[in-house]
């Protein structure tokens, strides 16, 4: 791997509700290599989002973010306003999930590109901003660039204002690019045409990606590495084919077994409910869905330990593992 350019440690977040402070991150490790894809998986409200929403500083005054973050060296959290917009777009960027509501709808789409160009290289002439928002959209792949430049958001498609969302996340050429399920919403062939996209973004900038998503077979195709999340934390963690090849934990094996693939006429769904994180269990959140559980399982939060090129928060992991080879 290449050199670490994004560091996450014991990171926790809660947010003050009318109901009482509602812990939707709770002690979370991430590495992030320059050049890596990075899959960030779980399903909704595992708090996927949330901490690297956490980790750019832009979630709202209500939430209390504590822990570490060092991009580049550089602490994030509790640095000043001026310190977190000059690493936002510069050397950390985010494609947002509903690219409609990230982008202004009364602005052109290059005066877009432009304001985040300007933003972080106000030297730069009108002239060469201009032109590199055309190039920058030509590399995102949509087609006639220097005219579409000069048209607005609601004259895009859908997956064009993906590819847009794109250009404005890699004007500055970051080291660091999160794309918060950028495919959502957008029917299976724009999909694979923008995770196309990303790839080649990744490939030709030599940018860390981080893809955050609930789909594994996302993930599957484009990931070097995988964090699996399950109520506010890691449970799981490792390569991509280590994972999909012998997943040691009961969530990230429930997650496989409920895709659909070949030979199996019948998905089989993961029981239950995730917890309620107003009042999050005492041990392993995925207990009470977990058919494997004991009531050790009940009692404290199993930490993350390595097992084989996997590192999995569960005590019952070896156990587990060796009945499915004898099986």
Known sequence: MGELVLSIRDLRVTFDTPLGPLEAVRGVDIDVHEGEMMGVVGESGSGKSVTFLAAMGLLPHRAKVTGSVTLNGQEMIGASNKVLRNMRGGLMSMIFQDPLSALNPVHRIGDQIVEMLKAHQPKMSDKDAANRAVELLDIVGIPQAAERAHQYPHEFSGGMRQRVVIAIA???????????????????????????????????????????????????????????????????????????DHPS??????????????????????????????????????????SHATDACLVSLPPLRAFGDLETACIRAEELVMKAGLS
Do not use: W
């Open 170 to 244: 890699i004007a500055n050429n970051p080291k660091v690019l999160i794309a918060d399920e950028p495919t959502t919403a957008l029917d299976v062939t724009v999909q694979a045409q923008i995770l196309e996209v990303i790839e080649r973004v990744q490939k030709y900038f030599g940018t860390a990606v981080v893809l955050i998503t609930h789909d594994l077979g996302v993930i599957a195709r484009v990931a070097d590495r995988v964090n699996v999340m399950y109520a506010g934390r890691n449970v799981e963690k490792g390569g991509v084919d280590a994972l999909f």
């Open 249 to 290: 934990h009961p969530y990230t094996r429930g997650l496989l077994a409920s895709l659909p693939h070949e030979g199996v006429e019948r998905l089989t769904p993961i029981i239950g409910f995730p917890p309620n994180m107003l009042t999050p269990p005492p041990g392993c959140g995925f207990a009470p869905r977990c």
